[in-house]
C-alpha cells in the first residue's frame, strides 16, 4: 500500500488545517520544494499537494510552487486537487509535469465534467469525494450534498477515472484515527482503487488499512501526523510494505 504524503499549500507555504477551516491553520514550511524534497528521501513514491488557495477560489493560485516541485521531481507521481474547475487546469497542471488531477466539488455538482475529462486525458484523472455520515461535501466542506457517496463513485467508475481518493471530514486534521469501516465500505462498491484520506494519525491506522488493502484500498494521505511526528514515513511505508498484500 502507498502512504502518499500530502502537502498542502496557502499563500506559497506548507500549512495543515483542521477539518477544511481555513483560520485554523498550521505553518509548517516556507519551502515547498524542500518539504517534497524531504519526504522523497524518506521513500514517498507519490505526493498528493493541495492548493488551498485554490480549492476556496476556484481556480489555481499556487500553480508556480507546484510545476516547482513536479520539475524537482520529474520521476515521482504527483497528484494535485484544489480549485480545479475547467479543462485548461487540467492541462495546465498535466503539462507542469503533474501526473494526476483530483477533481472534486465540480465533480459533485457536474458529473458530466468528470466524463468529459476522462475522454480527454484519459489515466490522469482521479475524484476526490469528500464525506460525512455517507454524504458528498462541496466547497471545502462547507456544503453537505444530498449525494450519497456509494453512489457517486460508482458513477465515476463507469466514467473511467483511475481511483477516488476518499476523505471522511469528520476525522480530518483532528488525529482521531482512520473511518476503516466506510473506506472499505466504498471500496467494496467499486473496482477501482479508494485512496483513504483524513484523520491517519498512528501506525495502527496504517495497519488497520494494510489489514483491508486486498478490498481495493491502494494508498492513503497522511498529513498532520507526518509533520507533527507521530508518524515516521519511511517506518510506516516499511511496514506497510511488508503487512500489505503486495
Known sequence: MLLIPAIDLKDGKCVRLRQGRMDDSTIFSDDPVAMAERWVEAGARRLHIV???????????????????????????????????????????????????????????????VSDLCLEYPGHIIVGLDAKDGRAATNGWSKLSKHDV????????????????????????????????????????????????????????????????????????????????SIDLAVAQQLADTTGSH
Not at 510552487?65 to 494535485?80: H, M, S
Not at 495502527?204 to 494494510?210: F, K, R, S, T, W
Open 51 to 113: 492548493d488551498l488557495n485554490g480549492a476556496f477560489a476556484g481556480q489555481p493560485v499556487n500553480a508556480q510552487v507546484i510545476r516547482r516541485i513536479a520539475q524537482a521531481f520529474p520521476e515521482l507521481p504527483i497528484q494535485i486537487g484544489g480549485g480545479i474547475r475547467n479543462e485548461e487546469t487540467v492541462e495546465t497542471y498535466l503539462d507542469a509535469g503533474v501526473q494526476y488531477v483530483i477533481i472534486g466539488t465540480k465533480a459533485v455538482q457536474e458529473p458530466h465534467f
Open 150 to 229: 456509494v453512489d457517486l463513485a460508482q458513477v465515476f467508475e463507469r466514467d473511467g477515472v483511475e481511483a477516488i481518493v476518499y476523505t471522511d471530514i469528520g476525522r480530518d486534521g483532528m488525529m482521531q484515527g482512520v473511518n476503516v469501516e466506510a473506506t472499505v465500505r466504498l471500496a467494496q462498491s467499486i473496482n477501482i482503487p479508494v485512496i483513504a484520506s483524513g484523520g491517519v494519525s498512528t501506525l495502527d491506522d496504517v495497519q488497520a488499512l494494510c489489514a483491508v488493502e486486498q478490498e481495493g484500498i491502494m494508498g492513503a494521505i497522511i498529513g498532520r501526523a507526518l509533520y507533527e511526528g
